[in-house]
């Protein structure tokens, strides 16, 4: 079993900075990518930034310069800091890795999600 669990999200105002976090934990082999998602109410998720096991990273436009993620390959976590934060970057935010596991082979996990709110 594998468990992805999120933390970090609340509410902030508009220019503020969060951080997130997600642990997985369980019988991991090897962890290959790992990203954020975010789904604001009304529409579909979308990828907001991913690490692969070597550090490289992509981010969606709407975020870069604003969002990095990282990774403790030590810690199986990834990060998501999110400064200069936007109205427009409220939603669930969603954690998703490629994880190996000892008995289940290659499989993609997502964690609960936690909330994020941008409001003044």
């Known amino acids: 079993q594998v468990q992805l669990v999120e933390s970090g999200g609340g509410l902030v105002q508009p220019g503020g900075s969060l951080r997130l976090s997600c642990a997985a934990s369980?019988?991991?082999?090897?962890?290959?990518?790992m990203a954020w998602y975010r789904q604001a109410p009304g529409k579909e998720r979308e990828l907001v930034a991913v690490?692969?096991?070597?550090?490289?990273?992509d981010y969606a436009d709407s975020v870069k310069g604003r969002f990095s993620i990282s990774r403790d390959n030590v810690k199986n976590t990834v990060y998501l800091q999110m400064n200069s934060l936007k109205p427009e970057d409220t939603a669930v935010y969603y954690c998703?890795?490629?994880?190996?596991?000892?008995?289940?082979?290659?499989?993609?996990?997502w964690g609960q999600g936690t909330q994020v709110t941008v409001s003044s």
């Open positions: 998703n890795a490629d994880i190996l596991t000892v008995v289940g082979g290659l499989k993609d996990y």
């Open positions: 369980g019988s991991i082999f090897n962890i290959n990518d």
């Open positions: 690490i692969t096991s070597g550090g490289r990273t």
